[in-house]
């Protein structure tokens, strides 16, 4: 599908913040929903679709007007005083058919030229949630980048050994009760509870930078990126041939500058892949530092090892029996046909407890709201039983 209109959006909201114009990935996500619902995508009307949907503010007029002439081209003339500071409502315009279509800049075209040669296309959001990461452009990539951004990350809170004061319910609190009776003279009156209190449950990612998932590396450590700057408690590790910790560049704010960074220091990116052995340097120098408490464990791979399975499988079965939750995510699962049919994956199922797809946004989304809804408690399963598919 053709990406001539996602290109000019993300170039038009880029072009407004560098001339200090606040604008939005959601304000951007606002009107490419707008001009699915449009009647006719004129100049007209999607200018002042743009103009709703991404300014905020009077002053910011004059820059928007400026720059969409910069990038749109001329269009139609308007009286001077609508780009003014008080001229937000729209003149009346001619009926949308009359008016010239919308069509954008050809490649070989100059900045200041008129809009010519053939209509814009876009692509729906819906449709774009649902398109495969390596079957995406570079601009629905930076599109879904800004989504990926968006989205807010959070686990259910865990129970505590520490207790708090309760109202009705829980376990008797006998040194509240005994202080209470005093004001009456000794007679136990009031009874006094506590319960257990609730404490923030930490996430553990263990994400495969092999040359095998190259084409998804990057949507997803900006996914990643994503979680570190929602303020869930995480740990982030990066494995190909061997471990490396990368927490705290993850919480980095410019995401560019934390992946660039990793490429720097990450020694054996788009390398091979030994999960086992990774697994192993895991369990044996981080778990006691970062499983404790209940942690949920992500771990994302493809499952193409070049390892022995045997390890694989001890050290995901010594990983499991530590983790409240463990998670595989795997980009190819959804793919038509698809079986987790590798040695690595044959080797790793039947310690997950959760088998999930992480291909597209739309998995990450439902990746979010399944965080969410965690269960407090491991619910029992038959070692070596398969986990449960999506």
């Known amino acids: 599908m053709p990406g001539d209109l996602l290109a000019h959006l993300v170039r038009f909201a880029r072009a407004l913040r560098q001339e200090g114009v606040p604008v939005t990935p959601d304000q951007v996500t606002a009107l ?233 220091t990450v020694p054996d990116w788009s390398g091979g892949t030994r999960i086992g052995q990774c697994l192993h340097s895991f369990n044996r120098y981080w778990g006691k530092r970062v499983l404790g408490r209940g942690a949920v464990v992500v771990i994302i791979s493809d499952g193409w090892d070049q390892g022995e399975p045997e390890l694989l499988a001890a050290e995901m079965e010594r990983l499991q029996k530590r983790c409240h939750r463990l998670l595989w995510l795997n980009p190819l699962l959804g793919l038509p046909g698809y079986q987790p049919l590798t040695r690595g994956m044959q080797a790793a199922l039947p310690y997950v407890d959760e088998f999930l797809p992480a291909g597209n946004l739309a998995s990450l989304e439902s990746l979010a709201r399944h965080l969410r809804e965690l269960p407090a408690t491991r619910a029992p399963r038959r070692a070596g039983a398969p986990p449960p598919r999506p």
């Open 32 to 264: 490419a929903r707008a001009l699915e619902v449009l009647p006719s995508l004129d100049q007209e009307t999607f200018r002042l679709a743009a103009r709703a949907t991404l300014l905020c503010r009077q002053e910011d007029m004059e820059t928007f007007e400026r720059l969409f002439r910069q990038v749109f081209g001329q269009g139609q003339q308007r009286p001077a005083t609508e780009a003014g500071a008080g001229a937000w409502s729209p003149r009346p315009r001619r009926p949308l058919a009359a008016q010239a279509p919308l069509v954008p800049r050809g490649p070989d075209e100059e900045e200041g030229s008129p809009l010519a040669g053939r209509t814009f296309s876009y692509s729906p959001e819906e449709v774009l949630r649902r398109r495969r990461f390596d079957e995406c452009t570079p601009e629905e990539l930076a599109l879904l980048a800004s989504l990926v951004r968006g989205l807010r990350w959070s686990l259910p809170p865990r129970r505590s050994r520490r207790l708090r004061p309760a109202r009705r319910t829980g376990r008797p609190d006998l040194r509240r009760t005994l202080r209470r009776s005093l004001r009456y003279g000794g007679e136990q009156l009031l009874l006094a509870w506590r319960e257990p209190s609730r404490r923030p449950r930490r996430l553990v990612v263990l994400a495969d930078i092999s040359g095998s998932m190259e084409r998804y590396t990057r949507m997803l450590l900006l996914f990643l990126h994503a979680l570190g700057r929602s303020g869930q408690a995480m740990e982030v590790f990066l494995f190909g041939s061997r471990l490396t910790r990368v927490t705290a560049l993850m919480r980095r704010r410019d995401p560019d500058a934390a992946l660039a960074e990793m490429g720097r």
